[in-house]
Each structure stands twice: as structure tokens, then as C-alpha cells.
């Protein structure tokens, strides 16, 4: 059932995202990007888009087939999109193989609890077989308090990356300052990262995992110290 997020698009240009904006569509190179477009622009809608390509090449247009075009919109106008999406996939039907069609009535339910990570086709589609089959929208609602309450708490940092980045502080301490810089950085990750969803930004790590980022800084900062005055004892010697 997980199929999140497949989408298919076309586009000429890389624009930026400013922060404001946030992640609507995918589509890959071809005419699914362009009926995109006249829907977004028929409905007033403004967009920026963005491509998962590398780079950006005039001279490669039409070879990088497997690129995907990332179209966002406004946060604001992020639910009217999406209804408008969902609105124009329901006069598509489901192909015969379409993993939707197997789906229980969970999967329905986690569908609709998360659609923001799922396509617009597959919630569209999701919700007219959940109403046909009478699901009760308290459950579907309670499962999405719970995904919203996850998202504000953040999750738990892997022990690889926080054993990373203290061995990283141990080894500054050794006099390697550029490992000083690099535990730095993963400290600063874990302190600072954000997810940006549509239902709002939030820590991309839980309080617990901030905490070790904000420890992990210090002694960072502290190695590379002790790590420059062993290399300038050592100097003298």
C-alpha cells in the first residue's frame, strides 16, 4: 500500500521555492505537466516549480526523461489545489491493477489521515470508495490527530548519526579541527532542522534529540579548543 507521493511532469525551468510555498505536485516530463499548469493558472492559483535534476542544461532538454518537475504552491492555497486536483482525478478511472482496489479499510483511513503524502489521485479516489463504503469520519479523523501530534513532537535522531557526530568531537579534540567543524554541523541539524508540511513546519527531531544536538555543539566546540592547544603545545616542542 505504500505508493506515496508517485507522480509523473514536464516543465522548462527551475524556479526557486522561497519558504512560504510548499510542495503540491511531481510530474514527469510530458503532457500531465502542462494540464497541471492550465488548471493551476484557469483557477488563479500562482506556483513555483523546481526539478529533481541534477542540473539544468538548455542542450539536454527532452533526455533527462526520469526527471521530475516539483510544482508548489502558496501554503494558503495549498487546500483549494489540492481540491481542484482531486475534483479533475475523479473523472479519471482507477486502472484495473491500482493498488487502491485491494484496499481495506484501514488503508483507506491511513490515506486519508495522511493525504498530504499521498497523490491527489489516490485521495480523491480514497474518499469516494470510503463514503461508498460508509467509514466513519471520526476515525479518520482521530488517526490524523494522532499524525499531527507525531509531526509536533519530531522524531528520534538514529544512533548513527549522533554516534557520528560525537566521534567527529572526539577526534577533534585529537587536533583534527576540520572534524570539530563537521560535529558542529550535525549538532546544528539536530538542533534546527524543520519539516515544512502543509499542515504547518515543525522540528524534523523530537526534544530529546535537540538536546543531544545542543550538547553535542558545545563539545564540539570544546574538543576543537583542547584539540588547537595540544597542537600548539606539541608545536613548541
Request: glycine content about 8%; hydrophobic content about 45%.
Amino acid at each position: 500500500m505504500k505508493e506515496r507521493l508517485e507522480h509523473g511532469a514536464d516543465d522548462l525551468f527551475d524556479h526557486p521555492v522561497d519558504d512560504e510555498f510548499v510542495e503540491l505536485q511531481r510530474l514527469r516530463h510530458g503532457g500531465p505537466a502542462d494540464d497541471l499548469i492550465g488548471l493551476l493558472d484557469g483557477a488563479g492559483i500562482e506556483y513555483r516549480t523546481s526539478s529533481t535534476a541534477p542540473t539544468f542544461d538548455l542542450s539536454s532538454l527532452g533526455a533527462e526523461r526520469d526527471a521530475e518537475v516539483i510544482f508548489s504552491v502558496a501554503a494558503e492555497d495549498y487546500p483549494k489545489a489540492r481540491d481542484l486536483l482531486e475534483a479533475t482525478y475523479l473523472n479519471d478511472p482507477l486502472p484495473e491493477d491500482h493498488h487502491l482496489l485491494t484496499a481495506s479499510d484501514d488503508d483507506l483511513i491511513e490515506i486519508l489521515a495522511h493525504e498530504s503524502e499521498w497523490s491527489a489521485f489516490d485521495v480523491a479516489h480514497a474518499r469516494q470508495m470510503a463514503k461508498a463504503r460508509g467509514l466513519d469520519p471520526a476515525a479518520v479523523q482521530r488517526e490524523r490527530e494522532q499524525s499531527l501530534r507525531l509531526k509536533q513532537e519530531g522524531k528520534q535522531a538514529s544512533r548513527f548519526l549522533v554516534l557520528g557526530g560525537f566521534v567527529c568531537c572526539i577526534i577533534a579534540g585529537c587536533g583534527f579541527l576540520l572534524f570539530g567543524i563537521a560535529g558542529v554541523g550535525i549538532g546544528w541539524s539536530l538542533v534546527s532542522m524543520k519539516d515544512k508540511t502543509p499542515e504547518g513546519v515543525f522540528p524534523t527531531y523530537d526534544q530529546a534529540s535537540r538536546k543531544v544536538g545542543v550538547i553535542m555543539i558545545w563539545f564540539a566546540v570544546i574538543a576543537a579548543a583542547v584539540g588547537i592547544v595540544t597542537r600548539l603545545m606539541l608545536a613548541r616542542w
